[in-house]
Structure formats: C-alpha cells, structure tokens
C-alpha cells in the first residue's frame, strides 16, 4: 500500500538495483508493517524474487505505528536514499 507514494525507478536505477542484488543479495533489510504490508522495500523484494532469491531479511514493526505513521515512514525512508528532482520530492 505505500509503493505508490514515490515515483518507480528509473530504467537505470533499476538495473543498477538489479546487479546489486545479483552480486551481493539483499543487504538492507525490508520494513514490514504487522501485517506483513511493505512499508520500505518493495522494489527489493520485486528484485530479489526475478533472480531467484527466495528469502530476504526483514524488519517488522509491531503495531505501533499508525497508519499515517507508516506512510510518513515509507515516504522519509525512500526520500532519503533516492536522488530526487526537487519537484518529485515537493510531491
């Protein structure tokens, strides 16, 4: 429910993620709501699954949050690992 909050990336940014992945798995775990909802990660877990990585580790947080509160997160985490045009990061 919180990978649309950001726009997907780029073609090169993917790829870049990709052959990551490949070479070294999922170093940075994914960060799970308690109903195992992606709050940060889904593009690694897309990934993982297409070069057959079956396990990847995750944080799960225990349902303290709410659910602007996972929002907010999604939105913070990402926000500060991509390289975002300052229009794409006032949306």
């Known amino acids: 429910p919180y ?11 993917r790829a870049t993620l990709k052959r990551s992945i490949k070479r070294h798995g999922v170093c940075q775990p994914v960060i799970v709501d ?5 709050i940060d990660g889904a593009n690694r877990v897309r990934i993982a699954k297409e070069v057959g990585i079956q396990t990847v580790a995750y944080h799960r947080w225990d349902g303290t949050l709410t659910p602007e ?7 913070e985490l990402n ?8 229009g794409e990061r006032k949306a």
Do not use: G, Q, S
């Open 69 to 75: 509160e996972k929002r907010t997160l999604a939105i």
């Open 34 to 38: 308690e109903e195992f909802n992606v």
């Open 3 to 13: 990978e649309d909050l950001l726009r997907p990336l780029t073609e090169d940014e």
């Open 79 to 86: 926000d500060a690992r991509r390289h975002l045009k300052p």
